[in-house]
Each structure stands twice: as C-alpha cells, then as structure tokens.
C-alpha cells in the first residue's frame, strides 16, 4: 500500500470517509509536486539550451584558429599513439617467440 493511502492515525472515525479524503489531498499534493518539479526542470533545460546556443554563436569566428591548432595536435597525438602501440606490439612479438638478447646473438631480428 502506497504511504498516501496508509490511515492517519490523526484521523478518528470508524467510516472510511476521512481516510478517503485524506488519500485524495495526498494524492494531490504529490501530484502537484511532481508538476512544479517538472516545470523547474523544463526551465532550467530551456535556459541551458540558451546559455549554450549564445555561446556557441560567439565561439563560432575563432573556430578557424582552433582548427589549424587541432588538426596539428590531432595528428601528432595520433602517430605517437600508433608509434606507441607498434613499439609494444613489437616487445610481445620478441617475448612470444621467446626471441631475448642482444641483437647479434638473437636469431629472431
């Protein structure tokens, strides 16, 4: 049974009338919570989408600097990434093959 319809115990009186009442002021209550809630909700959510289009229409003149700077950057974190891997890749080849030691000496390089 839902907390809301529980009998209150304020509540005196062997017929059902009181404690129907008070379900349904309770019922009301939280249906009119959930309603200011959602309302809050929906404005915060309309004035984010705002705050966030005004800024993107500011930011949108320098998007030019920070293309040449990004695809610089994007580029070279890539390759040192694949660098990286390959170098790795590399040692467990060595060590599965069970290829260790100098370079003279190992007959896997």
């Known amino acids: 049974m839902p907390y809301f319809l529980k009998r209150d115990p304020k509540i ?33 959510v309309v004035l984010m989408s705002h705050a966030v289009s005004f800024a993107t229409a500011d930011i949108s003149s320098h998007f030019e600097d920070f293309k040449a700077v990004g695809g610089i950057i994007g580029t070279s974190l890539s390759a040192l990434f694949l660098f990286l891997l390959a170098s790795l890749l590399y040692i467990v080849l060595l060590s599965a093959n069970g290829c260790s030691g100098p370079r003279e000496s190992n007959p896997c390089v």
């Open 12 to 44: 005196t009186g062997k017929k059902g009338g009181a404690f129907r009442l008070r379900a349904i002021e309770k019922i009301a209550v939280v249906a009119c919570h959930q309603l200011q809630k959602s309302r809050g909700h929906s404005a915060v």
